[in-house]
Nanobody, 125 residues
């Protein structure tokens, strides 16, 4: 299984970016996927998660601004980020959990088996 993120860039405060995560090596119908981020000097934190029935969960800091989605025809996960703030600056990672017993989305990195290499998002004021 391989996850490849893209879409990271520099943006202004209030701007928007869309991150993508292409999944190869797995077409499981039941899954849990998530976006995580790690700012310099900080621990990695969960941002958003989605499971195969479309149920989502978000960190409080991004609710109402970020939207996670998955296009199963393209096997690609997305993170639409609107109203960006300087505190959103971080390396963003996507992650995949293929455990078929997973019933809820999760923002815990311990939950995931596969990770991408990350894509950098920098927001300037």
């Amino acid at each position: 299984v391989q996850l490849v993120e893209s879409g990271g860039a520099s943006a202004q405060t209030g701007g928007s970016l869309r991150l993508s995560c292409a999944v190869s090596g797995s077409t499981a119908s039941r899954y849990c996927m998530g976006w995580f981020r790690q700012a310099s000097g900080d621990e990695r934190e969960g941002v958003a998660s989605i499971i195969s029935d479309g149920t989502t969960t978000y960190a409080e800091s991004v609710k109402g601004r970020f939207t996670i989605s998955k296009d199963n025809t393209k096997n690609t996960l997305y993170l639409q980020m609107n109203d960006l703030k300087p505190e959103d600056t971080a390396m963003y990672y996507c992650a995949l959990d293929l455990d078929p017993s997973t019933l809820t989305p999760s923002l815990s990195e311990l939950h995931y088996n596969y990770w991408g290499q990350g894509t950098q998002v920098t927001v300037s004021s």
